[in-house]
């Protein structure tokens, strides 16, 4: 998962792309990047780190130009560290551009192989070098009958060719020296949005960043389109139009991923997690008697707040985050994980003692938030604790850019229900329907990604 930023025609276009990052900081922890220009050359800073202290007041004045690219980073395991970290600039037969990227490409290896035994050097470890590389070689491709603007065509017919030969996940941003280029594929894995003031433009993953940048959110772009920018305005091209790709919005950006005050994918966050506890909220009526529902922060309040007012059964905040713990604490090892949760949550004894609780939580993945709430929760007093999961069992991996662990480490794959309720220490465990999860987010249900959950993965290498 990654965050992805753009301005174009702004003044400091470097600090905005800062702001724009703060906004997106939950898409990405591990490094921080700003590249802009000022219409001859380019200046980029990339760092590990949150933005806060990867990126310093020094290098925004160093950041010339009215017009940036940005990103925040979230690696998978095994690929920590700085050196992946974007954008990524890159000098090519077609020119200099600066290129972002969300969302993980599923042929990228094969693409590899071939693009090194053709001689290609890779400077990176990451899939979203590719696109540099493929723009590098490409002779060009227009789809037939498609009438390019005279100022894209130096430079679409390469970007085009590029996509085609890509598959998967993919939200990128190419910043020119005189333009700025959006992309989202033709499945429409991740979010891409477009905001405006006056004659500045902006791009972003969520629409949250348009907000601290007093940008107005026009709207998304479609899956499979491509958009650009520069000082004749904004030009859309749909170069994939007669693709099979099924729509595939990742519905796991609703659940988890986007943060709730968010307008992705045509509805708002908020909305949709809202919905997701008020399904579950019917889901288990009569299930269970409980006392007060409680929601885990800060992932379960929104679904809380909706089974609450489904259920009639009072919301308390049982436990209460520390919002200071310091990002060394999230390690990858079981022990510094546990530690991590005590940390983080505390439990509120009033609300508590000789209650039966139901913990609200957006998802279960390893199983290890759970079962240290629980056993926080009953030494504080509580009498019973349901576990109340709003979405289905983690069961399968994800191909397209969610850091989910492997088969092995999905506690729903090695257990049973009962074992899981088990393995917890719950009372009382359970998990939203994959039908109950489709009825809260609108539209038809092959138009999202729930591969995750189902197994229904909707390109063929990811399966
Ligand atoms: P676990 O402790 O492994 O069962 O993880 C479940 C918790 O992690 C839930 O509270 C989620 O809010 C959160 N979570 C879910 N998916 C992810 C993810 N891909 N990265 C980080 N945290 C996640």
């Not at 974007?86 to 693009?115: C, D, M, W």
């Not at 922060?297 to 308390?316: K, R, T, Y």
């Amino acid at each position: 998962m990654c965050g992805i930023f753009g301005a174009f025609n702004v003044d400091r276009a470097a600090l905005h792309a800062y702001w724009g990052l703060y906004a997106l900081q939950h898409r990405g922890q591990e490094s921080a990047g700003i590249c802009t220009t000022d219409g001859k050359e380019f200046f980029v800073v990339k760092k590990q780190g949150l933005v806060l202290e990867a990126i310093k007041r020094e290098d925004l004045e160093r950041l010339k130009g009215r017009a940036a690219v940005a990103h925040v980073r979230y690696s998978t395991a095994g690929d920590a560290g700085g050196a992946n970290a974007q954008p990524i600039l890159a000098e090519t037969s077609k020119g200099t551009f600066a290129l972002v990227h969300n969302g993980n490409l599923v042929n990228y290896k094969v693409l590899r192989k071939e693009l090194t035994e053709e001689g290609v050097k890779f400077s990176y470890t990451s899939d979203s070098e590719v696109f540099v590389h493929l723009i590098d070689r490409s002779e060009g491709w227009v789809p037939e009958g498609m009438q390019l603007h005279p100022r894209d065509k130096d430079f679409l017919p390469y970007l085009f060719d590029a996509l085609r030969t890509v598959e998967g996940a993919y939200s990128i941003l190419l910043l020119l020296k005189d333009r700025l280029i959006a992309a989202r594929d033709p499945h429409g894995f991740r979010p891409l949005q477009i905001g405006r003031s006056g004659e500045s433009w902006f791009f972003a993953s969520e629409s949250v960043a348009f907000d601290i940048v007093g940008a107005e959110f026009k709207r998304e772009l479609k899956p499979g389109e491509v958009v650009v920018v520069d000082g004749e305005g904004l030009r859309s091209y749909f170069p994939f139009r007669n693709s099979s790709a099924r729509r595939a919005a990742c519905i796991f950006e609703y659940i988890y991923f986007a943060r709730p005050d968010s307008y992705i994918f045509g509805d708002w966050v908020y909305e949709v997690r809202k919905r997701l506890g008020r399904e579950l909220a019917r889901e288990v009526a009569g299930r269970f008697e409980v006392d007060a529902v409680v929601p885990v922060p800060d992932s379960g309040i929104v679904p809380a707040i909706g089974f609450s007012q489904e259920s009639g059964v009072p919301l308390e905040l049982g436990l209460i985050r520390n919002h200071y713990v310091g990002r060394s604490f999230i390690e990858p090892t079981q022990e510094l994980r546990d530690l991590k949760v005590l940390m983080k949550l505390s439990p509120v004894k009033p609300v508590l003692r000789g209650k039966r609780i139901a913990i609200i939580d957006d998802s279960l993945v390893r199983g290890t938030t759970s079962r240290r709430i629980v056993k926080m929760l009953k030494r504080a007093g509580a009498e019973k604790v349901f576990v109340l999961i709003a979405s289905p069992p983690v069961r399968y991996p994800c191909f397209y850019g969610i850091d989910i662990p492997t088969k092995e480490e999905l506690i729903a794959n090695r257990l049973d229900l009962e074992g899981i309720r088990d393995h917890i220490g719950a009372d009382g465990l359970y998990y939203l329907s994959v039908e109950g999860m489709l009825r809260a987010v609108k539209g038809k249900r092959e138009e999202y990604c729930t591969a995750c959950f189902t197994g229904d993965y909707p390109t063929p290498a990811g399966g």
